[in-house]
């Protein structure tokens, strides 16, 4: 994001992982993001890259395991003179400690979190780029990875848009039942991050079931 970017003054390097490098080019270029003095955009997990001393890193990932193993590795042997580690999501207290712990020379200058873990396509439309939910259909081919993907995405776009729905869901679907039931639990635990202040009455969020919808198969 701009504000993340533009908050770290001088030359920067811009570390992101697999999922940011999609994101960051479908809300400002990289020609865009290069004019905020960054001298290099690279991957995270990417090995062998060399040391800068004189550049500060903006990480730019999603708080994932994966990630924070990444970064306590980097951290350990910086690259940089300084690092300010931004994430798409909320990250957990565990995982700050794990980095707080792994930051040994004192090189981590910010922390914050910039809810962008999703893939804006245009004003009206977005994606969380799952490339099939067909796991979730049954008990025996669930993936929790897949549907936590989905929980985080959606939690994600209703912190950017600044939204506390109520949840209505298709009282047909167990999927729909349980996704609505996830996503009540994580506004009521993240509450004063999800307190907006009531001017008006909240949105709706209706969660449907594909499988059950009668246009699809006219289209």
Same mark, same amino acid.
């Given at each position: 994001? #701009?504000?993340?970017? @533009?908050?770290?003054?001088?030359?920067?390097?811009?570390?992101l992982?697999?999922? *940011?490098m999609?994101?960051?080019?479908?809300v400002?270029?990289? $020609?865009e =993001?290069?004019?905020?003095?960054v001298?290099? !955009?690279? /991957?995270?997990?990417?090995?062998n890259? $060399?040391?800068?001393?004189?550049?500060?890193?903006v990480?730019?990932l999603?708080?994932?395991?994966e990630?924070?193993r990444?970064?306590?590795? +980097?951290?350990?042997?910086?690259?940089?003179? +300084?690092?300010?580690?931004?994430?798409?999501?909320?990250?957990?207290?565990?995982?700050? /400690? %794990?980095?707080?712990?792994a930051?040994?020379? %004192?090189c981590? #200058?910010?922390v914050?979190?910039?809810?962008a873990?999703?893939?804006?396509?245009? &004003? %009206?439309l977005?994606s969380?780029n799952v490339?099939?939910?067909s796991c979730?259909?049954?008990s025996?081919s669930?993936?929790?990875a897949?549907? @936590? &993907?989905?929980?985080?995405?959606?939690?994600? =776009?209703?912190?950017?848009l600044?939204?506390?729905?109520t949840? &209505?869901y298709?009282?047909?679907s167990?999927?729909?039942? *349980?996704? $609505?039931?996830?996503?009540n $639990? #994580?506004?009521?635990?993240?509450? !004063?991050?999800?307190?907006f202040g009531?001017?008006? %009455?909240?949105?709706?969020?209706?969660?449907?079931?594909? &499988?059950v919808?009668?246009?699809?198969?006219?289209?």
């Open positions: 994001g #701009r504000g993340a970017l @533009e908050s770290v003054s001088g030359v920067k390097i811009l570390l992982d697999d999922e *940011t999609t994101i960051v080019p479908l400002r270029g990289f $020609a =993001v290069m004019r905020e003095e001298y290099l !955009v690279e /991957k995270l997990s990417m090995e890259r $060399a040391s800068q001393k004189h550049l500060k890193a990480c730019l999603r708080p994932t395991v990630n924070v990444d970064l306590c590795k +980097e951290l350990r042997d910086p690259l940089y003179g +300084e690092y300010s580690l931004v994430f798409t999501n909320l990250i957990s207290d565990d995982m700050l /400690k %794990e980095l707080a712990q930051d040994v020379k %004192e981590v #200058r910010s914050v979190e910039m809810y873990d999703f893939y804006p396509v245009n &004003r %009206e977005f969380i490339p099939s939910t979730l259909l049954s025996a669930w993936e929790d897949v549907f @936590e &993907r989905t929980c985080d995405g959606l939690a994600a =776009v209703l912190l950017a600044k939204k506390a729905p949840i &209505r298709q009282g047909s167990d999927l729909a039942k *349980t996704l $609505a039931q996830e996503m $639990a #994580r506004m009521r635990a993240e509450n !004063v991050l999800f307190d009531r001017r008006s %009455e909240p949105p709706l969020l209706l969660i449907v079931d594909r &499988r919808d009668s246009l699809t198969p006219l289209l």
